[in-house]
């Protein structure tokens, strides 16, 4: 069955960087696109990034100068790296597979991001 | 890439049936029949429920239905369950790789 699983949260001081990782299985990872959304605490969701199967790219433009997502096909791994963190950046980040029709279709349980001040 | 509109809170009681919107522009919503509609509890992940505007992933049950008209998406949930309260989001592709969500709805069920 298809999973996703995200992994590098924790607490960094503003101003940092922090690299999250996306394992995936269940599927073909290399003909997938991968997703990544967050979530602030009591708030909703809020989409920031997206990598095709060719590595082409995508990002909000909350986010976009600040992130580089990239892709390890033989790791079946999606990764996100964001820059020059701020307190608004705490969040849980979910990665998410891109599905039919430019819907998202598998998600992971996401993994906390505390940015302290 | 503003947030697409949906209203904050909905309501209904036990076997009726409500419906969500969420507004967009012509730059994501309008001009494109990829809108995706999700479900969320507290403390889990996002679920798929509505995708291409009006369809089910297997195993969504048929009470869950979605539309679309001009700029504005619709979410319906006929015969509410208690298990249908949740949070409930909206999502567009937006163009060149990107997608926008709305702000979501909480469902409250009497």
């Known amino acids: 069955q298809v999973q996703m699983m995200e992994s590098g949260g924790g607490v960094v001081q503003s101003g940092g960087s922090l690299k999250l990782s996306c394992v995936a299985s269940g599927f073909i990872f290399s003909v997938s696109g991968i997703h990544w959304v967050r979530q602030s605490p009591g708030k909703g969701l809020e989409w920031l990034s997206f990598i095709r199967h060719d590595g082409d790219d995508g990002y909000a433009e909350s986010v976009n100068g600040r992130c580089t997502v990239s892709r390890d096909d033989s790791k079946s791994t999606v990764f996100l790296e964001i820059h020059s963190l701020r307190p608004e950046d705490t969040a849980v980040y979910f990665c998410a597979r891109d599905g039919k029709s430019s819907s998202l279709d598998y998600w992971g349980q996401g993994t906390l991001v505390i940015v302290s001040s | 890439q503003s947030a697409l509109t949906q209203p904050a809170s909905v309501s209904g009681s036990p076997g009726q049936s409500i419906t969500i919107s969420c507004t967009g522009t012509?730059?994501?919503?309008?001009?494109?029949?990829?809108v995706s509609w999700y479900q969320q509890h507290p403390g889990k992940a996002p679920k798929l429920i509505i995708y291409?505007?009006?369809e089910r992933p297997s195993g969504v049950s048929d009470r869950f239905s979605g539309s679309k008209s001009g700029n504005t998406a619709s979410l319906t949930i006929s015969g509410l369950q208690t298990g249908d309260e949740a949070a409930y989001y909206c999502?567009?592709?937006?163009?060149?790789?990107?997608?926008?969500f709305g702000g979501g709805t909480k469902l409250t069920v009497l």
């Open positions: 291409e505007v009006t």
């Open positions: 999502c567009s592709y937006g163009g060149r790789n990107t997608r926008v």
């Open positions: 012509s730059g994501n919503i309008g001009n494109y029949r990829l």
